[in-house]
């Protein structure tokens, strides 16, 4: 049972707390509770073992192909967290004896995970509890623990197992060689593990230190089994005596970029990780804690400065909790890497990143932390590799994102079957890595998006360019023309809505590749004027001057589906509008997404007016300039009823484009739901990992919705239209560059901008100059 309430003094609204312990659905705190540093993720499977934990520890970026018939995955590394305990010779496990005063509660300011309770065995002996963990964002190869246990009732013999345990897989894929393993001084031990595939090593190194009453207890027993080392350690306990151990772990791989270079030695890497173990060890884990700290105030909470003031204060701990997953699922240090739509939290999703990235997290980067959304277009701009891989593999000219996407030169990795069909009985098929297209736009227009905020003239230079120009490339030659219509359609595909497959026409689809085509026009007019020499360059490498006019001709004739003039509705393809319609009552108010499916195969769903996720909503979203404020409404209307948001991405875009429709109380509840995708009491909805996209829709519907902060037009555009819930609001942008700190109460926008001479902007039809700071009353 989850609780948010018991953050107290300078921790309000920054603790989230289970506060009761069920064997029975553990993933939902492993998943939400999960600790990283988007170098490391470590699930917060507990310290002792039970039938339904999922232990996890991955890597960022060091994927592994298990199997011909089967996609990459991150591979799921030895687990250094399990400690198995006993009392007195009695297995430690809450599901025996009586536990009370259980707390396990992450709090999000410290990044630290901590569990504390009081066990009585079924023999009857007393002891109390104390675990704390933390994946350092100071040292990103660094895990810390600790546990403390004191005996309340009886003198007791404590003994527990700690070390490395590679016996471990990602749901029965073992991804691994074993390597060697080896115990250093009778304290460091070291165990080394190769994936099968890619043949990235791993070398896991940790060191404990176990104190009774302050005194280090005497030798462990050292212990080799197959893929597994560990120590055990003995301690008598008189009630009142305390024990405590530390310990301390580093993880390195050949993956990472000092290693990964010609002259790589597996022997360099033992060294250098056990060294790192060495001296960090030495520190002790409160130092390495603070150090850890230090660096979450420095680089996250006092950089972004978002703070809210809410009537209810769960929306001030959503967005704390939306910021720290922002943080931890990211690989800021490796532009060779990728967000997961499960982040780093969980297998589902494999790892791979999605569409998710640019349209829901980047956004978030571009205008908090702008170094590290280069890092993840430049991840994308690497990928260009495989992208060209498969429009080739497709009959493709330019490039053609993968919809799941790995190690950048890996092209398409989407897995070709799923879920059981229920009709059938047979695996449906996935057909979103053939046909689901939109990502390219998608991709392009965050490079436009990027450019944009920051003015970054070296990104366009080196990498933007490109991706815009061979992006449209690509749609060029996927057009198909039709003779009769005298126009270009672009056919068979399935578009956000994943509920329609083969679809002809997806609005989404065709507005975004238009889109594509039309900015790489522009970016090309621009740079033959501004960088001839940069132009010429390119039109050697792509042949410019012919795609150029292709992109021109041919995206001047592709079809773009109107609002129809009854209702302005725009069919959000050539055949939905005309598909029947079924009572949607039961699945809207649905405990589990994807309840239509006990019902429905996916073939029967695509014959109905039902739509998965955001697709002609979000359109509306991402090119609100090409539709007037009543086709919104009108499409608004009515896709949302017949919207399930069976994924986890639908809620805040409808959030947004509620509040900009001026439907506040509306806007509020999506934006709640929202929150809820991992936070709420849906049990066993985040088992697989949290909902990465939807953490960034978080924040998306905060500072884009009701701070309504946007692009138009190249100009920043700032319309806050608060809830009624929130009293203020102040955060801290970065626009070309330079720090924009905005404060937002019902009345007034207060922005402050020193490091501009001068800075403009828009509120609500006007323009405004600001050169220090500006206040501009606002109608509530
Ligand atoms: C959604 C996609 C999304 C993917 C990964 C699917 O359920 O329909 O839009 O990219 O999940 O989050």
Known sequence: MMNYTMGKGNFTNWIVSEVEFSPDTLGKCESIMYLGNGYLGLRSATEEAYLKETRDLFVSGTFNKFDENEVTELPNLADVTRLDIRIDGERFSLEFGETEDYVRQLNLKTAELTRTFTWTSPKGKTVRFHFRRFVSLENLHLIGMKMDVESVTHPVTISFDSGINAQMSNTGAQHFHEGERRIFDKRFV?????????????????????????????????????????????????????????????????????????????????????????????????????????????????????????????????????????????????????????????????????????????????YSNPEVAKSLLKYRYLGLVGARKKAAENGY??????????????????????????????????????????????????????YTITGDQ????????????????????????????????????????????????????????????????????????????????????????????????????????????????????????????????????????????????????????ITKQADVVILQLLLEQSFSKEVKKANFNYYEPRTLHDSSLSLSTHAILANDLGEEDLAYSLFKRATEIDLGPAKFSSDHGVHAASIGGIWMSAVLGFAGVRVLDGKLRINPKLPKHWDDMKFTIYWKGQPVTLTITQSSLTVKAENYEIFAFETFGNTYECKDQLEIKINS
């Open 190 to 366: 070291q165990l080394v593990q190769t994936t099968t595939q890619s043949k990235i090593d791993m070398v896991l190194n940790t060191a404990h230190k176990v104190m009774v009453n302050g005194v280090e207890v005497s030798e462990p027993v050292m212990n080799m089994d197959r893929r597994k080392v560990w120590l055990n350690f003995q301690a008598n306990l008189e009630p009142g005596d305390k024990l405590e151990m530390e310990k301390v772990t580093t993880v390195y791989t050949s993956r990472d970029k000092e290693f990964d270079t010609p002259d790589y030695d597996l022997g360099q890497l033992r060294e250098t990780s056990l060294e790192d173990l060495r001296t960090s060890f030495e520190k002790g884990y409160q130092f390495l804690l603070e150090e850890h700290q230090d660096a979450w105030n420095r680089k996250v909470w006092n950089a972004y400065n978002l703070e809210v003031n809410s009537k209810d204060s769960f929306d001030v701990l959503a967005l704390r909790f939306a910021m720290y997953h922002l943080t931890i699922m990211t690989p800021a240090h490796d532009e060779r890497m990728g967000i997961g739509a499960k982040a780093l939290s969980g297998e589902g999703y494999k790892g791979h990143s999605f569409w998710d990235t640019e349209i829901f997290i980047l956004p978030f980067f571009m």
């Open 397 to 450: 000219e330019g490039a053609m994102y993968p919809w799941e996407a790995a190690w950048p030169t890996d092209g398409e990795v989407t897995p070709v079957w799923g879920a059981v069909d229920i009709v059938t009985g047979e695996q449906t098929k996935i057909w979103s890595g053939f046909i689901e297209q939109h990502i390219t736009a998608d991709i392009a227009n965050a490079v436009h998006q990027y």
């Open 458 to 609: 070296e990104f366009m230079d080196e990498y933007g360019y490109e991706m815009i120009f061979d992006t449209a490339t690509f749609w060029a030659s996927r057009l198909e023309w039709n003779e009769d219509k005298q126009e270009y359609q672009i056919n068979q595909v399935v578009g956000p809505d994943e509920y329609k497959e083969h679809v002809d026409n997806n609005a989404f689809t065709n507005y975004m590749a238009h889109h594509n085509m039309q900015l790489a026009i522009r970016y090309a007019d621009a740079l033959k004027q501004e960088n001839p020499e940069r132009y010429k360059a390119l039109n050697n490498d792509l042949n410019l001057d012919a795609a150029y006019k292709n992109w021109q001709s041919k995206s001047d004739k592709l079809y773009l589906p109107q609002p129809r003039e009854e209702d302005l509705v725009i069919p959000q393809d050539d055949t939905y509008l005309q598909l029947k319609e079924i009572d949607l009552t039961k699945y809207k108010n649905q405990e589990k997404v994807g309840s239509l499916f006990n019902e429905y195969n996916l073939e029967q769903v695509n014959q109905m007016q």
